[in-house]
């Protein structure tokens, strides 16, 4: 079935660092999305990407949909202490819209 | 405005033993969810309702029934639990079907022995 692997699996960083993490898969996806989950809660949608290609922005995080609709990569910049989390992609799977499958996680911890 | 509701917020079961994990969202969203999450292995579907009076199974549908009681409330329950759903729960809910953004709720943290 469809799978979607995120590397790394988890990051060590310390304050003001930079921060890259991507998602891949075997199959073809037209959406991507990005979660993150904090510690004792729901996951909460950060980006939607609907177009390979397709760079997107929200405040210190930037996504992009891969040219190959088979990958898409997370950044964040200058991290802070509250990036702390688990990011997840996700996409529809290829029986509908209806369901969404996510990645494995990638479990960012930010030192001061 | 609370969002996505689930109760309990921890459970501890023994096998064989049923209960029903209740949620309820107060945004007026057609489409609900439950997922289960395991170290490792991300979110997995279980079941979910795209609209009220509707269910369809997910990805990993066995060993629960869910029920649609009005819009608000999607409840799961485990006839028969077993340690295997030992896992923390997620209930979810969005506007339409597709892919309008989910919210989700804070979790069950399920515990079977």
């Known amino acids: 079935g469809q799978q979607l692997n995120q590397s790394p699996q988890s990051m060590f960083i310390q304050e003001g660092e930079d921060v890259s993490m991507n998602c891949t898969s075997s199959?073809?996806?037209?959406?991507w999305l990005w979660y993150k989950q904090e510690p004792g809660e729901g996951p909460v949608l950060l980006i939607a990407?609907?177009?390979?290609?397709e760079l997107t922005s929200n405040g210190r995080l930037t996504a992009q949909f891969g040219i190959t609709r088979k990958d898409s990569f997370l950044n964040i910049s200058a991290s802070i202490p509250s990036d702390v989390g688990i990011y997840f992609c996700a996409g529809p799977t290829s029986s509908g819209t209806d369901k969404l499958i996510f990645g494995t996680g990638t479990r960012l911890q930010v030192f001061p | 405005n609370a969002g996505v509701t689930q109760t309990p917020k921890f459970q501890v079961l023994k096998t064989g033993q049923s209960m029903t994990l209740q949620c309820a969202q107060d945004?007026?969203?057609?489409?609900m969810y439950w997922y289960r999450q395991d170290p490792g292995m991300g979110l997995r579907l279980i079941y979910y309702s795209a609209s009220e009076g509707t269910t369809d199974k997910g990805e990993v549908p066995n060993g629960y029934n869910v029920s649609r009681l009005n819009k608000r409330e999607f409840s799961l329950r485990l006839e028969s639990a077993a340690p295997s759903q030992t896992s923390v729960y997620f209930c979810?809910?969005?506007?339409?079907?597709?892919?309008?953004?989910?919210?989700f709720g804070n979790g069950t943290r399920l515990t079977v022995t």
């Open positions: 979810a809910s969005s506007r339409d079907r597709g892919l309008s953004p989910l919210h």
């Open positions: 945004m007026n969203h057609n489409s």
């Open positions: 990407l609907y177009k390979a290609g």
């Open positions: 199959s073809i996806f037209n959406t």
